[in-house]
């Protein structure tokens, strides 16, 4: 190992530890307030049983590209499933939503392309972006009147691209896909609609933002993460059927690398029919939330929840952050605190993940943890959060 290179690596590394940004690898414990497990799915017995069935059936990996050896009846029935759940016409299924997220804006977007997205997008639609050969544009976050103009400005006569999440995974907040959809319509731009934290908890079915604007799922491209309120793994990338065929060609992360082991469909396959059957999940996840901001008032903080199941607290300041997600911690409850490059400079916090499985006395409990950490571990900065 050249001694430079070992040195360098060191002064970044303490760089991190300086500015309070240094990570480390934790494990579960105690109440889940962290997890995109948004609907207590991924260690439901009807799901883990489909996959251990199919690890017997069919072995654990797969053995192959799913263009070589290693496509599986299951990958395309889950793909049907999903498409039809969606209300596309085609779906394809990838090992993770960062991927998938590559997958689309590496194949669709061409030089000489325009992609306009969202200044708070997540780091795998910033990475696909960077990745693809297209020109781009940051637009400010959720400002769907800046569009046009941009759009008349860079990419006249060129194809563009509106990128955005649906529900933005740091803030809670949803994006206004009614307007990036009439933007596309008089522009020609096509939209591109991460719904990694809407799928399976927003919509009547439950499919996401796309279904609760009342849009055509085939007029956009989408990507649905698997890991989050599917409680599996992977992505569906769904959309019109031109999109998906050209994906299965073109999308390099698809072509060249091993399908994911084919239980993971069957785990998906037994998750997507709950989601089917049990919309209770989602009213449950809606209740919880309220009764978040019920025990929170109940202690004067601050802090607004809704419009979604994610709710942010923001501290600013990297190691307060930290200090109180590990006070947090310390009383039972896996609160994380999130920080730079995962949001801006100066907005780090602790982001509040709420899962349908919440009972009220625990949701109870946290409110009085938390607003004890901000009168203890948080006195030292006078905040805004906690009123009276
Ligand atoms: C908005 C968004 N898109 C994509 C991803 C990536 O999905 P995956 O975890 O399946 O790679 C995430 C997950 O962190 C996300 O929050």
Redesign the pocket.
């Known amino acids: 190992m050249p001694d430079a290179l070992a040195g360098r690596i060191w002064d970044r590394l303490q760089s991190l530890k300086d500015a309070g940004l240094e990570r480390s690898l934790r494990a579960p414990s105690g109440v889940d307030l962290s997890s995109n497990d948004y609907l207590g799915l991924s260690a439901d017995p009807r799901v883990t049983r489909a996959m251990i069935d199919a690890v017997a059936r069919g072995g654990a990996g797969s053995t192959g590209s799913r263009l070589l050896r290693g496509e599986r009846t299951a990958f395309a029935e889950v793909e049907r499933k999903f498409a039809a759940f969606k209300g596309t016409e085609r779906a394809l299924y990838f090992s993770?939503?960062?991927?998938a997220?590559l997958a689309v804006l590496t194949a669709l977007a061409e030089k000489d392309d325009v992609i306009f997205s969202d200044a708070l997008n997540?780091a795998?639609?910033i990475d696909g972006v960077r990745l693809s050969h297209a020109d781009y544009v940051i637009f400010s976050h959720s400002d769907v009147a800046s569009l046009e103009p941009l759009i008349a400005q860079h990419s006249a006569e060129k194809q563009a691209f509106i990128v955005t999440?649906s529900l933005f995974?740091m803030d809670g907040d949803i994006a206004p896909l009614t307007g990036y959809a009439s933007v596309c319509r008089a522009t020609g731009a096509a939209l591109i609609v991460?719904e990694?934290?809407a799928v399976g908890v927003r919509g009547r079915r439950g499919s996401g933002l796309l279904e609760e604007a009342g849009l055509d799922p085939n007029s956009c491209i989408s990507?649905n993460?698997a890991?989050k309120a599917l409680g599996v793994?992977?992505?569906f990338v769904a959309g019109p059927e031109w999109a998906i065929d050209y994906l299965i060609q073109r999308a390099r992360p698809f072509i060249f690398s091993t399908a994911p082991p084919p239980s993971i469909a069957s785990a998906l396959i037994a998750s997507l029919d709950i989601i089917d059957q049990e919309p209770e999940r989602r009213t449950r996840l809606a209740s919880r939330v309220s009764r978040l901001q019920q025990a929170l008032d109940a202690h004067g903080l601050a802090i607004p929840c809704g419009p979604s199941h994610i709710v942010p607290v923001v501290i600013g300041d990297n190691t307060r952050a930290v200090a109180a997600a590990d006070a947090l911690q310390a009383q039972g409850f896996d609160v994380r605190a999130i920080r730079p490059p995962s949001v801006p400079a100066g907005t780090s916090r602790l982001r509040l993940a709420v899962n349908a499985m919440l009972d009220d006395a625990t949701i109870d409990r946290f409110a009085a943890a938390l607003a004890n950490v901000f009168r203890t571990v948080l006195l030292a900065s006078p905040s805004s959060m906690v009123e009276g």
């Open positions: 993770s939503g960062y991927l997220n997540h795998s639609l999440e995974s991460d990694a934290h990507i993460t890991g793994s992977g992505a």
